[in-house]
């Protein structure tokens, strides 16, 4: 793909302002006086299997990108979803580690944080997460601000403290592995690790 790409860019007459690649979606901008038809005819000239598509922006809105076009010519970025997305996350009665729960909430927390390039577009991506986690997945509302704003505003962390020469691993049950981890670190400095899939309820 990049040397398809890197050609492309290569022998093409028509001057890029800007062309931006992640995985098979490309952002570009054309000076406003080139015809992006022939753009697109140059770059599926290339190679007999490999052909683009392209989708150009519309009432100030590109159709597939986190991107929004304002009237003082300048981007501003917010989350997209598609259509097809159901904002369906992880149950909090499910029978996973409050971390990994926890952890669900942090990395969207964190994509808004980064993406959205307002305070408005921020808000409002951060309002749509504590409806979604507190309305559809039943988490808890202290739960779901209180780890929107640590991570929005994260703390020094304490230094990592040495792993124990003995390192196992056991299936997850809630509240029980907890107490036979602390046990063993606190009594035999023994570390646990719950295996990644596996519960209680699995191996039943």
């Not at 409050?98 to 980064?114: F, M, P, Y």
């Not at 029980?176 to 295996?195: K, N």
Request: net charge positive; glycine share 2%.
């Amino acid at each position: 793909m990049t040397e398809l790409e890197d050609k492309g860019l290569l022998t093409s007459t028509i001057a890029l302002i800007c062309w931006y690649r992640k995985v098979d979606d490309t952002f570009v901008v054309l000076n406003p006086n080139d015809n992006p038809e022939h753009r697109l005819n140059h770059l599926n000239f290339q190679h007999p299997r490999m052909q683009f598509t392209m989708e150009e922006e519309s009432n100030n809105k590109l159709p597939f990108l986190d991107v929004l076009l304002k009237k003082e010519d300048k981007i501003s970025t917010t989350v997209y979803r598609k259509l097809t997305h159901t904002d369906q996350y992880l149950h909090f009665t499910s029978n996973h580690p409050l971390q990994v729960k926890k952890g669900i909430i942090s990395t969207l927390t964190r994509r808004a944080k980064n993406i959205c390039s307002t305070t408005e577009t921020l808000e409002t991506e951060l309002n749509h997460l504590r409806h979604v986690f507190v309305h559809y997945s039943q988490y808890p509302q202290k739960l779901v601000n209180n780890v929107i704003t640590t991570t929005l505003n994260p703390r020094d962390k304490p230094p990592r403290r040495q792993s124990a020469p003995f390192v196992i691993s056991i299936p997850y049950v809630p509240a029980v592995s907890h107490q036979i981890r602390r046990l063993l670190q606190q009594q035999a400095g023994i570390d646990v690790l719950f295996q990644k899939g596996k519960s209680i309820h699995n191996l039943l």
